[in-house]
């Protein structure tokens, strides 16, 4: 059975701390990895990750996967409380085209 | 705001009752996804339509059916419900089968 677990579940942090958030999965036939943010409804796109050890970047947000190693994390620098969210990863197959999240990191940025 | 729009925000209704979700995917996607989030379960696939077809099922229970219409719109059919199925009901679209999924701001069920 397909797997996504993310790591921490919770974490609280101080503005300007850098946070680094986990995904590891344990999925047939990988295609891609995507990492969504949550604030109070709709989850929002950041970043999709297909090739190992590419990073994605986007202001202070930043992401890698290692496929070898079947991870990947997102990285928070100089976090803000308008951080404050539910970070989701998902991983897509390529023998399906639903998206297999896991639970979530909930993040508290705390000025 | 992803493009993506659901009606109604929120419903409440009663066990037994049958309710009708909708969803309008973005502008040109032609792919449409239904997703639940409860609490203990997070955000779980149910079901999957591509240009008025079925591709693909997920932990959708019977009592549940969809279909994507000729203007590519959606609805998600919850019949016979119980308490268990009050949840966050999230619609997704993307440009094609395996494109990066765009998510509407979700309706929130609660069933009595």
């Known amino acids: 059975e397909d797997k996504v677990v993310q790591s921490p579940l919770s974490l609280v942090v101080h503005e300007g701390d850098t946070v680094t958030l986990n995904c590891s999965y344990e999925?047939?036939?990988?295609?891609?990895l995507l990492w969504y943010k949550q604030e109070k409804k709709a989850p929002t796109f950041l970043f999709m990750l297909?090739?190992?050890?590419i990073e994605k970047k986007s202001g202070r947000l930043s992401s890698i996967l290692d496929k070898k190693e079947l991870f990947s994390i997102l990285n928070i620098t100089a976090t803000q409380t308008g951080d404050s969210a539910v970070y989701l990863c998902?991983?897509?197959?390529?023998?399906?085209?639903?998206?297999?999240f896991g639970k979530g990191t909930s993040l508290l940025v705390t000025p | 705001d992803s493009g993506v729009t659901q009606t109604p925000k929120h419903l409440i209704t009663a066990t037994g009752q049958r309710v009708t979700l909708r969803c309008s995917p973005r502008?040109?996607?032609?792919?449409v996804y239904w997703y639940q989030q409860s609490l203990d379960q997070g955000l779980q696939f149910l079901i999957q339509?591509?240009?008025?077809?079925?591709?693909a099922k997920g932990n959708i229970l019977e009592r549940f059916s969809a279909q994507q219409f000729p203007d590519l719109h959606s609805e998600l059919n919850l019949s016979s419900l119980e308490l268990g199925d009050s949840a966050l009901y999230f619609c997704a679209s993307s440009v094609e089968g395996m494109g990066t999924q765009y998510f509407g701001p979700g309706t929130r069920l609660l069933v009595l």
């Open positions: 999925v047939t036939n990988f295609r891609s």
């Open positions: 339509y591509y240009n008025g077809e079925e591709r």
């Open positions: 998902a991983v897509s197959t390529n023998s399906g085209y639903a998206l297999n």
């Open positions: 297909t090739s190992s050890g």
């Open positions: 502008s040109g996607d032609l792919s």
